[in-house]
């Protein structure tokens, strides 16, 4: 069997997993929804406002919501022993960590980009703006995924994990929020999103190429 | 051929085991025993390459296994205390998706086979959460039947089966034998293999 | 060569004292602090490893 | 700190009395810079025409801020020494620099924060340099909790190198994409490279301070690094005949 066809196997796997525990998978997409959507209450309905921090809000729940659904990319694997038997197969590990870590923006990311536009109404964006929206959380929540990976792994087995991973996390995320909050800032204000886009892109291909490694790392340190 | 020179294990502050020797050819298994905490566990994970080596060697047909990599990986099958099994999936997709990872490709009617030989016939679509602790160790020993690794490294595999079960096991394991496998078994009680006997290695406190 | 006509006006710094003095102040005292707790650190370390070496000895 | 002379020395047997003998050069190094860089910064220096005498906090602030950039960097180098050749004086080096790192970056902030309420009359200003600092603060916080919160050590040194050398690359990341957001964002705020040409003792009084801090920090590194070894080599032979441990 090729190296791809097993990364296939492990994103199979997890997404029948998060299939048959619903629930976990939309708490994450719920909480999502609920803080964005707590904002204009907090903030007052002025529309003016809304559309300006818009793009700060979603990113910032877009961060949070990944956050919650961190904890148990590697957790149960550790747990039930999936993990052993993953290091000992006969491919690298990185490969598999890389298939566990796309199941995971599957599960909890792309929701987020589909779901995007719908709250960005909430708070009268431009179908433009719209659109940047959703090709930056396109291009930023996988990047969330792939950071928080070596967060989740660091913290592996670690009393307190839940809440240290935030810590470990969220500073590594601020490029990825100033970038793509920045991007559809920019589309708004009419001074064209490309330049925060491509930048949030390198920084993408950067940590596809960095994360699963160091998430290797990380998990090979947990399992001794 | 697993040669093992002059093998430590420091856990923490405490020296396990340190001078440890000893080698297992093909057709030839070790059965391992000793007290809780004496480091059995410990061996066996630095044996299949999960836990670093503190001092020694461990050799696979003369080479280190830390420069074999995949090598040694494809070489080896390993079953701990957990059963590495999805609580959510049935049997049929745990056995398929374990194969799958280790590179094998197992389809739907192989993998009930294979469930069918350890006694799990029209179990094949239950999720694994539905099994008792015996029937799911029965699902992870399935994957004994898959492997093409010569070399078994097993932790307590005989805990929670009932008798047929045992005697399953260990019939499989002469088979393996027999077709020149070796193994490396844990476990607290005799374990006898027809044809078979085997060297007794005892990890005593230092 | 010094710049200030007084130590009044020195320590006024021209309005700007309680900036400038927070400041250093601050600095100061997180420069003392910090090697005093290490000194309790040590100390600490040494007493327990007294300890324990003693009552190794005891049982000899 | 300083590359070990020899590797005889890269082991905490032999690094343990070689650090003892060092401290009292590094600390009379540190007093010295110290006393000449405030008498500078201080009692000679003229005062600015712009910010008037409120522009000495300088002489503390950008040295707090360039040692808590530069310890960061050793931090993530030591540690990675330690993964890469599992040596455990590398290791316990990274861990020995993180705190005093920290602190840097605390001090940095509050006096940036002190700088920034006469100069520019709020105590916090969304300044590049400031949130950049900010997330370098929360990176050594991030460090010093992950190796808090493992309890082997060995398996802390790992993990931590890991959270470091990510650290490292995304410091430079974080800082160029934090300031493009504050020239994006231009509002009220004063950056502080408008800082006026400095005079030459001004200059000099900075880079001493800065070589004080520096010196400083070896010290700080050199006692922390030997109380760890204390506490981690507690049952081996080499501590148990150490005069202050067996009199």
């Known amino acids: ?224 | 051929m697993l040669t093992v020179s002059d093998l430590a294990c420091v856990r923490g502050d405490r020296r396990l085991f340190a001078g440890l020797e000893f080698a297992i050819e093909a057709r030839n298994w070790i059965h391992l025993t000793g007290e809780n905490g004496v480091g059995k566990t410990s061996l066996m994970r630095m044996l299949v390459g999960l836990a670093p080596v503190e001092a020694g060697e461990i050799r696979w047909h003369g080479t280190p296994i830390r420069s074999l990599g995949d090598d040694y990986r494809r070489a080896v099958c390993y079953l701990g205390h957990h059963n590495a099994l999805k609580e959510e999936l049935t049997a049929r997709e745990n056995l398929c998706v374990g194969a799958a990872v280790s590179g094998i490709a197992l389809g739907d009617d192989a993998a009930d086979a294979l469930l069918a030989r350890v006694g799990l016939a029209g179990r094949e679509q239950l999720p694994v959460r539905f099994l008792s602790q015996g029937q799911k160790r029965r699902v992870a020993l399935a994957r004994l039947l898959w492997s093409e690794a010569p070399l078994w490294v097993l932790d307590e595999p005989f805990v929670a089966l009932d008798t047929a079960a045992v005697a399953w096991l260990a019939a499989t394991l002469a088979a393996h034998l027999a077709e020149g496998g070796m193994a490396i078994v844990t476990s607290h009680q005799e374990v006898t293999i027809a044809g078979n006997t085997a060297q007794q290695l005892r990890l005593v406190r230092s | ?60 | ?247």
């Open chain 4, 1 to 247: 700190m300083r590359p070990l002379i020899t590797w005889k020395y890269a082991s905490p047997q032999h690094f343990y009395p070689l650090a003892g003998k060092l401290i009292p050069w590094f600390v009379a190094l540190t007093l010295i810079f110290g006393a000449w860089g405030l008498w500078l910064g201080l009692l000679v220096a003229p005062t600015d025409a712009q910010q008037g005498e409120g522009y000495r906090i300088i002489f503390v602030h950008v040295a707090a801020s360039w040692m808590s950039m530069f310890l960061y960097v050793v931090m993530a180098f030591w540690a990675g020494v330690g993964l890469g050749f599992n040596t455990r004086l590398s290791s316990m080096m990274a861990s020995a620099i993180a705190p005093t790192g920290a602190m840097f970056a605390f001090l940095s902030l509050w006096t940036g924060a002190l700088w920034g309420k006469p100069m520019w009359g709020t105590w916090w200003v969304w300044d590049a340099r400031l949130t950049s600092e900010l997330i370098l603060f929360f990176l050594y916080l991030g460090f010093i909790a992950l190796q808090a919160a493992i309890d082997d050590p060995r398996r802390a040194d790992k993990a931590g190198a890991i959270l470091a050398l990510v650290g490292v690359i995304n410091v430079p990341i974080i800082y160029f994409s934090v300031m493009w957001w504050n020239t994006l964002h231009q509002g009220a705020s004063v950056s502080l490279t408008k800082a006026p040409s400095m005079a030459r003792t001004m200059l000099l009084g900075m880079l001493l301070v800065a070589l004080c801090f520096w010196m400083y920090s070896i010290v700080m590194t050199l006692l922390r690094v030997r109380a760890i070894m204390l506490e981690r080599e507690r049952h081996t032979e080499w501590v148990a005949n150490l005069k202050e441990v067996r009199p």
């Open chain 3, 1 to 60: 060569m010094i710049y200030w006509n007084s130590v009044g006006e020195f320590f006024a710094m021209g309005g700007y004292g309680f900036y400038v003095w927070g400041s250093f102040g601050a600095c100061a005292a997180a420069l003392i602090v910090e090697p005093l707790l290490l000194a309790k650190r040590r100390s600490e370390v040494l007493r327990s490893l007294q300890r324990e070496l003693s009552i190794k000895d005891d049982l000899q």
């Open chain 1, 1 to 224: 069997m090729s190296a791809f066809s097993v990364f296939l196997a492990v994103v199979r796997r997890d997404l029948l997993v998060a299939l048959r525990r619903k629930s976990e998978v939309l708490t994450s997409l719920f909480f999502f929804v609920i803080v964005v959507s707590l904002f204009p209450l907090g903030i007052g309905p002025e529309m003016d406002l809304l559309r300006k921090i818009a793009p700060g809000v979603l990113w910032v729940a877009a961060l949070l919501a990944t956050m919650l659904s961190l904890n148990r990319l590697f957790a149960n694997d550790h747990a039930d022993g999936s993990l052993e038997q993953m290091a000992l197969a006969p491919v690298p590990l990185g490969l598999l960590v890389g298939g566990k870590i796309f199941a995971h923006w599957l599960v909890s990311g792309l929701p987020l980009v589909l779901i995007a536009p719908v709250l960005g109404i909430q708070f009268d964006l431009g179908s433009r703006a719209l659109g940047v929206l959703m090709l930056s959380l396109l291009l930023g929540t996988p990047l969330l995924s792939l950071i928080g990976a070596i967060g989740a792994a660091l913290t592996l087995g670690v009393r307190g994990g839940g809440v240290l991973v935030s810590l470990l996390t969220l500073p590594l995320y601020v490029p990825a929020l100033i970038f793509g909050a920045g991007a559809v800032e920019a589309d708004i204000s009419g001074m064209g999103a490309a330049g925060h886009l491509s930048l949030l892109g390198g920084l993408l291909a950067l940590a596809v190429f960095f994360a699963p490694w160091a998430t290797t790392g990380a998990l090979k340190i947990a399992l001794e």
